[in-house]
Nanobody, 123 residues
Framework: QVQLVESGGGLVQAGGSLKLSCVAS????????MAWFRQVPGKEREFVAA????????YYADSVKGRFTISRDNAKNTVYLQMNSLEPEDTAVYYC????????????????WGQGTQVTVSS
């Protein structure tokens, strides 16, 4: 089992920045790919970004490309999501996920999930 805990969410004005963190614990010895998803009440969970185990490969949703950056520090068992130029449409609960898939945007490919952190962008 892998446990994931997100942090770093909050309230920010449009155009501002936030950096989310996700710390993994438990059986972290596997070569897990990591990803960020987000969800708004009443809507399906939406893919945001993914990163390979080595960090050498990344994949972004078109809606965040050029504004968000995913990275990871395996020594700290932590994955990050730097979010710049935030827009009100980015308001959501952001979830961290871990799985053995390769840069996949499909939620079902990730067996491990965090509890989420709220990001609210005011206009």
């Amino acid at each position: 089992q892998v446990q994931l805990v997100e942090s770093g969410g909050g309230l920010v004005q449009a155009g501002g920045s936030l950096k989310l963190s996700c710390v993994a614990s438990g059986r972290t010895s596997g070569a897990y790919g990591m990803a960020w998803f987000r969800q708004v009440p009443g809507k399906e969970r939406e893919f945001v970004a993914a990163i390979t185990w080595t960090g050498g490969g990344t994949y972004y949703a078109d809606s965040v490309k050029g504004r968000f950056t995913i990275s990871r520090d395996n020594a700290k068992n932590t994955v990050y999501l730097q979010m710049n130029s935030l827009e009100p449409e980015d308001t959501a609960v952001y979830y961290c996920a871990a799985g053995l898939g390769f840069l996949t945007a499909i939620p079902g490919q990730y067996p491990y999930w965090g509890q989420g952190t709220q990001v609210t962008v005011s206009s």
